[in-house]
């Protein structure tokens, strides 16, 4: 269906990959991996027509819809959110617009002999066929379904776009994405912003109703829900594996093990010939076979052993002083704001060493309630922090308040008291900050080096109740999974708001589900807690 030939791109004389070759079909659910720098987002601009190989190139059939959501969100705030998800439409509203006005032209003009009037009719027939070949679609109802998929309700529908927040308007990207029904959507990161519901309803379209998909994503068991085939960018190249993402792990493990064994066997022969080469070198009886041996090695090709990407980042969080039994009591707990209702009749409790999830749509106060935890908002009723609290917290936007004229070792070096101030190179090191690095200035970080430098500095103070609110976003795979660790490792208590399924995994043990302006506690992991859900939603169908 999409062929992409022989792909090269140079940056400055450096190639990020050099003849780069595979074929998209049908129904391909692509994942696009490789570590940071190797070229994945580069290669869906390429494949989207948004940016020029250095060689090579990518074709496809002329009436091939291909739709793109980058990692960028919407620029203007000139209508409601149905108006704007509607553009999804543009195309097609124009092709009957244009149909109309040319009907009305030929109602008007009476040259019938003339070329231009030939060419009017011929342009209206070519329109037409396309237009009627068009599936008969109610356009508002296919809008509020997408929509309401998206997590927005009825309400929102008719609120001007500039109401809502950065996550909201990549949702409205991605309803206009999804109503084209493109033959191949290119989705950078699209899970960063989506609840779990919005994620499942996301996922459930991708598998079901969509054509073909490549993703580039951190989201372990979205990845896995949706591809079917897998894409390594490495050292250049590519691996293409007709798997989904954790069976594509288990395979890259034994190509480079394989790989590892090819290459110490060539060395070894490679030795072995070189020392005969050095003890025969002037011996006239074996100067035939020390000539074959030279010209032997100077054939060969060398086999490379496919980078891994060692640099790891060494987290753990300081020991937790001791707190009282409950670090948090809520009791008939109330919010809103003016008119709007975003939780009543709230009781959460909270042990010492207790992980907990709070879960649920966005909107639906999960925030609100880290806010009033951490004193930064008053509630009705009673919310009480128990004795010799410590909180440690991780904003959702954490990354985006670092100051971005300093540097990353002024950053922490600022903030830094005590004999932890001696340790600064050392933290710096362990999170991947060593060296001249840590001379950058925040404001040429990536998302996920912004991400590192605000986790390193909660680790400068010791705490015993650690609120973390979507910490996961722009964080890699292997990162994740550092971090998931040291909060499994960690002794004291721990409150995680997250979308992310795969990193909630067994880390919390409990989860309060936040929807329908209550908070609902279930004394259960995330996995159970999602299980019980689908049977939830399958008894409210059955009603």
């Not at 020029?52 to 620029?75: C, E, F, M, R």
């Not at 009723?381 to 004229?405: M, P, R, T, W």
């Not at 900050?433 to 390193?456: C, H, I, N, P």
């Not at 500095?457 to 964080?475: A, F, R």
Request: glycine residues 6%.
């Amino acid at each position: 269906m999409i062929s992409i030939d022989a792909l090269a791109v140079e940056f400055s004389g450096t190639t990020l990959f050099n003849n780069v070759s595979f074929v998209v079909n049908e129904t391909d659910k692509i994942a696009l991996m490789g570590k940071n720098g190797a070229g994945k987002s580069t290669l869906m601009k390429i494949i989207a027509g948004i940016q020029k190989p250095t060689k090579g190139n990518v074709s496809y059939p002329k009436d091939t819809v291909i739709a793109y959501l980058p990692q960028h969100l919407l620029t203007e705030d000139n209508c409601t959110v149905r108006e704007e998800a509607a553009k999804a439409f543009s195309s097609i509203f124009a092709m009957r617009d244009e149909i109309e006005a040319l009907n009305k032209e030929l109602e008007t003009r009476t040259d019938y002999e003339s070329d231009s009037y030939m060419k009017v009719i011929e342009r209206v027939s070519d329109l037409s066929e396309k237009f009627y070949a068009i599936e008969e679609i109610n356009y508002d109802a296919e809008v509020e379904k997408a929509l309401a998929g998206l997590g927005f309700e009825r309400e929102d529908y008719d609120k001007p776009t500039s109401e809502f927040s950065g996550g909201w308007r990549m949702r409205i990207e991605l309803a206009k994405i999804l109503l084209q029904k493109p033959d191949l959507i290119l989705m950078d990161e699209p899970t960063n912003h989506l609840d779990i519901e919005s994620v499942h309803w996301l996922e459930d379209f991708l598998v079901n109703h969509a054509n073909a998909v490549i993703v580039i994503s951190h989201d372990r068991a979205f990845v896995d829900n949706i591809t079917n085939r897998t894409i390594e960018v490495t050292m250049g190249r590519i691996y293409d594996y007709k798997v989904n993402y954790s069976h594509y792990l288990e395979l890259r493990q034994e190509r480079r093990e394989q790989q590892q064994k090819a290459y110490e066997e060539q060395q070894k022969f490679i030795a072995d010939t070189q020392a005969f080469i050095d003890r025969f070198k002037g011996t006239y009886s074996k100067t035939l076979q020390v000539q074959s041996r030279v010209k032997m090695l100077e054939k060969l090709d060398i086999i490379e052993v496919d980078e891994v990407d060692s640099s790891a980042l060494r987290l753990k969080f300081p020991p937790a002083p001791r707190s009282g039994k409950y670090p948090v009591t809520a009791s008939d707990v109330a919010k809103k704001y003016e008119d709007h209702l975003v939780f009543s009749d709230a009781t959460v409790t909270i042990e010492r060493g207790q992980k907990v999830a709070f879960v649920g749509k966005n909107g639906a106060g999960k925030s609100t309630m880290v806010k009033a935890i951490m004193n930064e908002i008053p509630v009705e009723g009673n919310l009480e922090i128990g004795h010799n609290v410590k909180i440690g917290y991780f904003a959702q936007n954490q990354a985006s308040l670092l100051d971005e004229s300093l540097t990353i070792f002024q950053t922490i070096d600022q903030i830094a008291e005590g004999d932890i101030r001696n340790q600064i190179k050392n933290l710096l090191g362990a999170f991947m900050f060593g060296g001249d690095v840590s001379q950058k200035k925040v404001k040429v970080l990536s998302g996920g080096e912004k991400t590192r430098l605000a986790l390193l500095k909660l680790l400068l103070e010791p705490v015993n109740l650690l609120i973390l609110d979507e910490p996961t976003n722009h964080l890699d795979l292997r990162t994740k999974d550092i971090l998931k660790q040291a909060l499994l490792d960690f002794d004291g208590t721990l409150i995680l708001v997250s979308h992310d399924r795969d990193f909630l995994s067994g880390l919390a043990d409990k989860v309060f589900e936040f929807g329908n302006q209550k908070i609902k506690e279930h004394f259960e992991g995330i996995d159970a807690f999602l299980e019980a859900k689908k049977m939830e939603n399958l008894r409210e169908i059955e009603k």
